[in-house]
């Protein structure tokens, strides 16, 4: 008997998607459908296309033909449709770019009393909670500039998570952190994807990769060369290029 439509539909679905900077082709027919709940870490090298690939997911950048849906909606081109989008694809940066005179509850509380208009009361509770899992609630009335980075990256997916999202995308969010503060900002991601979040990782920590991830896509040149398990990937690269790619950066 076949899944509800609800369940068997990807989260994301990216069909042919293709997009030029200029001259320059950096998407060559993407395809790619995430299930619910799964974690992909997208690997390649410098220029390969990975962050722009994450932005086309919540249309921060537009592409150029093919279709791109989340939970089975095609993205909104502009409006409060692509707003709602927004809300409901969190992204992390390797910047952290929190508000910085606000303090680390209001960072968090801010957007889901702005869009979806709840109550501060409410919206400093819930944040509250989101501090606490990610375990920096005691910075609670702090502003960002007197926390570490690592406490403010986690701060950063604190408030994405305020609006419930339904796919959350990292693009290289440890690669900013010194090495000591990388593995608390891991941590708090592989929770999430313990907890079924659906997760596009964008990343340089292999180890991450090997442990938190259901499928890793390699990219170059803007297409996806591979796109397996990854210990398939990590012990069996089919590629000169992902080959090429994991000697460097597995000897460095
Ligand atoms: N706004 C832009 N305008 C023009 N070219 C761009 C723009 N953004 C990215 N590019 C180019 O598109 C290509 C893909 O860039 P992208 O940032 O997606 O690569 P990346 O795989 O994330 O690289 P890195 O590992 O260095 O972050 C690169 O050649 C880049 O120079
Ligand atoms: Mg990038």
Redesign the pocket.
């Given at each position: 008997m076949s899944e509800p439509a609800s369940i068997s539909q990807p989260m994301i679905s990216m069909q042919h998607v293709d997009k030029h900077?200029?001259e320059?082709h950096?998407l060559k027919d993407i395809n790619l459908e995430v299930p619910r709940g799964q974690v992909v870490v997208v690997l390649?090298?410098?220029?390969?296309?990975?962050?722009?690939?994450c932005r086309t997911i919540n249309r921060l950048e537009p592409i150029d033909s093919g279709s791109i849906a989340v939970d089975g909606v095609p993205l909104p081109a502009e409006g409060r449709k692509l707003a709602e989008l927004r809300s409901e694809v969190g992204m992390v940066f390797q910047s952290f770019n929190l508000f910085a005179h606000k303090t680390i509850v209001d960072n968090v509380a801010l957007a889901p009393m702005k869009v979806r208009k709840l109550g501060r009361a409410e919206a400093r509770t819930h944040a509250m909670t989101l501090l606490e899992r990610v375990g920096v609630a005691n910075q609670a009335e702090k502003y960002p500039a007197q926390l570490s980075g690592g406490q403010q990256q986690r701060v950063a997916i604190a408030r994405s998570l305020a609006m419930n999202p339904k796919v959350m995308l990292f693009d290289?969010p440890t690669s900013a952190l010194d090495p000591e503060m990388i593995n608390e900002v891991l941590a708090v991601m592989s929770s999430l994807a313990s907890d079924g979040m659906t997760m596009v990782v964008?990343t340089h920590e292999m180890g991450f990769a090997r442990r938190a991830s259901h499928r890793v896509v390699f990219?170059a040149d803007?297409a996806i060369v591979e796109d397996a398990a990854p210990e398939e990937f990590f012990n069996n690269p089919r590629s000169d290029r992902a080959k090429d790619f994991l000697g460097k950066i597995l000897n460095h």
């Open positions: 900077f200029g320059l950096v390649g090298p410098s220029g390969s296309g990975k962050s722009t690939l290289e964008v990219m803007g």
